[in-house]
């Protein structure tokens, strides 16, 4: 079975820097596409950054310029390096995947089949 696992949320203050990791058991992850989500409370769960099985790179405006999704095949994990933090960055992070190898649509909540248990991201002012 498939399963995600996501560490590195804390408290930081604005204009720091954290890196999430997700850990994914039971597949090789490069074979698959993986994404980044996150929800305040009271909103909905909104797209972050997404990397496709070619290595394909996308960000949400809110954070481009300041996040970084890379991936340790290695390792089986996805990074989430965040740099530049603001308070409006904060959340419970997410990462997510398909069931199936597909490469479109990944800023789409419903394309992930598997999400791991989520991560406390804290931006203080």
């Known amino acids: 079975q498939v399963q995600l696992v996501e560490s590195g949320g804390r408290l930081v203050q604005a204009g720091g820097s954290l890196r999430l990791s997700c850990v994914t058991s039971g597949r090789t992850v490069s074979n698959y596409a993986m994404g980044w989500f996150r929800q305040a409370p009271g909103k909905e769960r909104e797209f972050v950054s997404a990397i496709s099985r070619s290595g394909a790179i996308y960000y949400a405006d809110s954070v481009k310029g300041r996040f970084t999704i890379s991936r340790d095949n290695a390792k089986n994990t996805v990074y989430l390096q965040m740099n530049s933090l603001k308070p409006e960055d904060t959340a419970v992070y997410y990462c997510?995947?398909?069931?199936?190898?597909?490469?479109?649509?990944?800023?789409?909540?419903?394309?992930?089949?598997?999400w791991g248990q989520g991560t406390q991201v804290t931006v203080s002012s």
């Open positions: 997510a995947a398909p069931r199936l190898p597909l490469s479109s649509r990944l800023e789409s909540r419903d394309r992930y089949d598997y």
